[in-house]
């Protein structure tokens, strides 16, 4: 009789990042700031534009849906890997991978699509500015979260679908530092050309069909921007677009890196140090660049803070 998940393995070993005794500990601590200036940085952007009025427009509302988006990838992710240092054996139940795999694989879908939808903000702004409030309206903005947020869990459960149908028998131990798929694919004992097939098929929609959106409208913007006769207007205008470049240039890269290729081609180094820039890095990074790099955040921060603590001048 078959077994209902067509595995024999209860449990899995997640390597980690290093074996070396001698990094583990600062490791740990690397990580652990990272991931705690990833949450700060993340829920501190959503608490701000939830409580400041001048921030209630399009453009932030989508940015607290990719700090929502970052702040739990990075959660799914960095905690499971912070016990690998501090633990001789980083055991993970065979249900907890699936689902590590599972919320993993949709938070990362999400956000590609989710830049795609700040780009097409960016240039619906500089391209029609006087049109922006009606074609951005409320309702399109939540068609827009919920496509973003319908993407990424049709293709998580596409993937994990095919992935309970993959029979584990022999070795356990991952060569990663979470449940990712190609890794989990080299444990197999069945055959992986469907979840190969299917990994390529999606994950080249996924990266190509926004990044296309990207380009295109990035192409638009600079050409509605060249015809702005003022050098001020040029510079406001490209400014209000640098922060999303910048991070669509780490995301997709990283990601592009990772999964436009078979298995048989990248190496596991090479892997985890992707995997870690967008996984790990990346969610920090994005909270400091559309802060650090934003007036407008900069000056709510400030307002709100003068709320908060109000200085009395006697």
């Known amino acids: 009789m078959e077994e209902v998940n067509?595995?024999?393995?209860?449990?899995?070993?997640?390597?980690?990042?290093?074996?070396?005794?001698?990094?583990?500990?600062?490791?740990?601590?690397?990580?652990?700031?990272?991931?705690?200036?990833?949450?700060?940085?993340?829920?501190?952007?959503?608490?701000?534009?939830?409580?400041?009025?001048?921030?209630?427009?399009?453009?932030?509302?989508?940015?607290?849906?990719?700090?929502?988006?970052?702040?739990?990838?990075?959660?799914?992710?960095?905690?499971?890997?912070?016990?690998?240092?501090?633990?001789?054996?980083?055991?993970?139940?065979?249900?907890?991978?699936?689902?590590?795999?599972?919320?993993?694989?949709?938070?990362?879908?999400?956000?590609?699509?989710?830049?795609?939808?700040?780009?097409?903000?960016?240039?619906?702004?500089?391209?029609?500015?006087?049109?922006?409030?009606?074609?951005?309206?409320?309702?399109?903005?939540?068609?827009?979260?919920?496509?973003?947020?319908?993407?990424?869990?049709?293709?998580?459960?596409?993937?994990?679908?095919?992935?309970?149908r993959?029979?584990?028998?022999?070795?356990?131990?991952?060569?990663?530092?979470?449940?990712?798929?190609?890794?989990?694919l080299e444990l197999s004992c069945s055959s992986t050309f469907i979840n190969e097939i299917v990994a390529l098929s999606f994950s080249a929609f996924n990266i190509i069909a926004p990044a296309v959106t990207i380009l295109s409208s990035y192409v638009f913007i600079i050409v509605n921007v060249l015809r702005i006769q003022s050098t001020g207007g040029r510079r406001k205008a490209f400014s209000t677009c640098s922060s999303h470049i910048l991070a669509v240039a780490l995301f997709y890269g990283s990601t592009a890196f990772m999964y436009l290729q078979p298995s048989s081609v990248s190496s596991p180094g090479q892997g985890k140090l992707s995997s870690v820039f967008y996984t790990i890095v990346v969610p920090m990074l994005n909270s400091m660049i559309y802060s650090l790099r934003n007036k407008d955040v900069k000056v709510a921060f400030k307002k709100l803070l003068k709320k908060m603590f109000p200085l009395n001048k006697d």
């Open 166 to 184: 993959v029979l584990f028998c022999k070795a356990n131990k991952i060569n990663h530092y979470f449940c990712d798929l190609f890794p989990l």
């Open 6 to 164: 067509n595995t024999a393995v209860a449990e899995f070993i997640l390597s980690g990042l290093t074996e070396n005794p001698k990094l583990q500990l600062p490791l740990f601590f690397i990580f652990l700031g990272v991931y705690l200036v990833t949450v700060v940085g993340n829920m501190g952007m959503i608490i701000l534009i939830l409580f400041s009025s001048q921030l209630h427009t399009p453009m932030y509302y989508l940015l607290s849906s990719l700090s929502f988006i970052d702040c739990c990838q990075s959660t799914i992710i960095t905690p499971k890997m912070l016990m690998n240092f501090v633990t001789e054996k980083n055991v993970i139940p065979y249900s907890e991978c699936i689902a590590q795999f599972y919320f993993f694989c949709a938070f990362a879908v999400a956000e590609c699509h989710m830049l795609a939808a700040m780009a097409y903000d960016r240039y619906v702004a500089i391209a029609n500015p006087l049109l922006y409030n009606v074609t951005m309206s409320y309702q399109v903005c939540l068609w827009m979260v919920a496509w973003v947020n319908g993407m990424g869990l049709l293709s998580a459960t596409a993937h994990t679908v095919f992935l309970l």
